[in-house]
Nanobody, 124 residues
Framework: QVQLVESGGGLVQAGGSLRLSCAAS????????LGWFRQSPGKEREFVAR????????NYADSVKGRFTISRDNAKNTVYLQINSLKPEDTAVYYC?????????????????WGQGTQVTVSS
């Protein structure tokens, strides 16, 4: 079992930055692949970024590549999402998630555990 709690969201002007954190409980955190997803009103939850269990491999959605950075600290049971050059279209609830699956981990259906989400609002 893994419990995830996100923090760090807020209201920011376009062009600004935020750092989202996701703290996990459980001794097996380092075994899980982790992802960040986001969901806007009326839209499906979409993949943002993912990171391997050791942190050595990361992948990003095209819409955030070059602006967002995912990282993890297994000693602190925490995964981060640094988001820079924010745009109004980045406004969404951001969720972190954990999975023991290996394939198709851009698909939210492959994730076993989810946090409650943190709201990011970008004003123009």
């Amino acid at each position: 079992q893994v419990q995830l709690v996100e923090s760090g969201g807020g209201l920011v002007q376009a062009g600004g930055s935020l750092r989202l954190s996701c703290a996990a409980s459980g001794r097996t955190f380092s075994r899980y692949r982790l992802g960040w997803f986001r969901q806007s009103p009326g839209k499906e939850r979409e993949f943002v970024a993912r990171i391997s269990s050791t942190g050595g491999i990361t992948n990003y959605a095209d819409s955030v590549k070059g602006r967002f950075t995912i990282s993890r600290d297994n000693a602190k049971n925490t995964v981060y999402l640094q988001i820079n050059s924010l745009k109004p279209e980045d406004t969404a609830v951001y969720y972190c998630a954990a999975t023991s699956e290996v394939v198709d981990t851009t698909n939210p259906g492959r994730y076993n555990y989810w946090g409650q989400g943190t709201q990011v609002t970008v004003s123009s």
